[in-house]
């Protein structure tokens, strides 16, 4: 591996300076090839590791979660529903209610009696604000009741 200057005796003396090389010299390692393989991939792939291990800065939630409330849940649901199926079918849904089950935020339309319309029914996850579900249509019934 490496032989560090010893002296004349072979042992380094406490009290005896050691000498390095002249500036612009360059010290040279002898390593035997796998050796410098094995040195090249500790050096290259685990800091690559370390980094791929530390969880990003912006990756914190709330502790309450993305969606907290029945009015976030009602915006996020009308704010996705919209471009889908259209503000005239999401008026007619109105007033929408929202019930939280097993951190998943159930959003549902109300119908008028005797009407054949779809219900919208859109089920959001409370921790991070995924959609879950987005169905509209005839004898559609919400998975969390």
């Not at 291990?53 to 709330?62: D, G, N």
């Not at 109300?110 to 169905?135: H, Y």
């Amino acid at each position: 591996m490496f032989e560090p200057y010893n002296g004349s005796r072979g042992a380094v003396r406490p009290n005896r300076r050691l000498r390095l090389p002249a500036p612009g010299l360059e010290m040279k390692l002898r390593l035997c090839p796998g050796a410098a393989f094995i040195l090249t991939l500790v050096l290259v792939v685990a800091p690559l590791r370390l980094k791929a291990q530390q969880p990003a800065a912006s990756s914190s939630l709330p502790l309450n979660g993305i969606v907290p409330d029945t009015v976030t849940a009602i915006r996020i649901a009308e704010a996705v529903a919209e471009p889908v199926y259209g503000k005239r079918v999401i008026g007619h849904q109105r007033p929408l209610r929202a019930t939280l089950r097993d951190s998943v935020w159930t959003v549902v339309g109300t119908l008028p009696p005797n009407s054949r319309a779809g219900l919208l029914v859109i089920e959001i996850a409370k921790r991070d604000g995924r959609i879950l579900r987005m169905s509209h249509g005839p004898n559609v019934l919400p998975s969390h009741p």
